[in-house]
């Protein structure tokens, strides 16, 4: 399988979430894998909604910079990992610009039997399956990724059978001066390496996503550690 895994951490090799990414991949045993980090391309502007790469040039955007390197690998690949923190709720800035850039990919015309207006690819697409991996620094996932579930939503589907969202995330990054959360953060890593595995045969199982969404430390813990921090 041909991996392509997006990286939308400002943080670059240093983000909190690619830790849960690699576990994820080592868990599938995927090993044609290729790492965008968005934070080291190149591009030049948001989509500023001119629509030449449907009426002009179609499938070329005005903006010529490293996205026109990037869009074909999109074509090839047959595994997508989005992997990124939660900024506000939502995807980081810097990787909602990515994806909007991504529209050279489809075309104008709208989707006869969709509910919504969709619109068909461009191009014969590898893609068999896409999933999206992050961490967020709130000491629990529940309710802070509802706006994200509602845009998953949007392509079908139940987000738990292809989503990797875990709380707590900053301890990721924390855990070679302190040998028991290391400990605690090496058993939730093999959690995600079994999500991996599942996710490589068919979707995430509720009992894995049951585990996957349990906090690293006790709310209170976590909350004295990260105040005590922001002192």
């Not at 802070?144 to 875990?166: A, D, I, K």
Request: net charge negative.
């Amino acid at each position: 399988m041909k991996v392509l895994v997006i990286n939308g951490s400002p943080k670059g090799d240093k983000s909190d979430t690619m830790h849960l990414t690699r576990a994820f991949i080592e868990g599938a045993g995927w090993t044609d894998v290729e790492i965008l980090d968005i934070s080291k391309l190149n591009i030049k502007s948001g989509c500023t909604g001119c629509y030449s790469c449907w009426t002009v040039t179609p499938g070329e955007c005005i903006f010529k910079d490293d996205m026109v390197d990037v869009l074909p690998k999109f074509r090839d690949a047959e595994i997508l990992i989005w992997s990124f923190p939660l900024y506000g709720n939502f995807f980081p800035g810097q990787m909602k610009c990515f994806m909007d850039r991504m529209i050279p990919l489809g075309t104008m015309t709208m989707k006869e039997d969709s509910a919504t207006g969709d619109h068909p690819t461009r191009y014969e697409m590898k893609v068999q399956k896409a999933f999206y991996i992050s961490g967020c620094g709130f000491w629990t996932t529940e309710h802070n990724y509802n706006t994200l579930n509602t845009y998953l939503r949007h392509g079908g589907g139940n987000p738990s059978e292809f989503t990797v969202f875990t709380s707590q995330a900053p301890l990721l990054n924390e855990t070679e001066s302190d040998p028991e959360l290391k400990e605690i953060v090496e058993n939730y890593l093999d959690i995600v390496r079994k999500a991996g595995k599942e996710a490589a045969v068919g979707v995430i199982s509720e009992e894995t996503q049951t585990a996957l969404r349990q906090p690293f430390l006790p709310k209170e813990v976590y909350e004295a550690a990260v105040n005590a921090e922001a002192k």
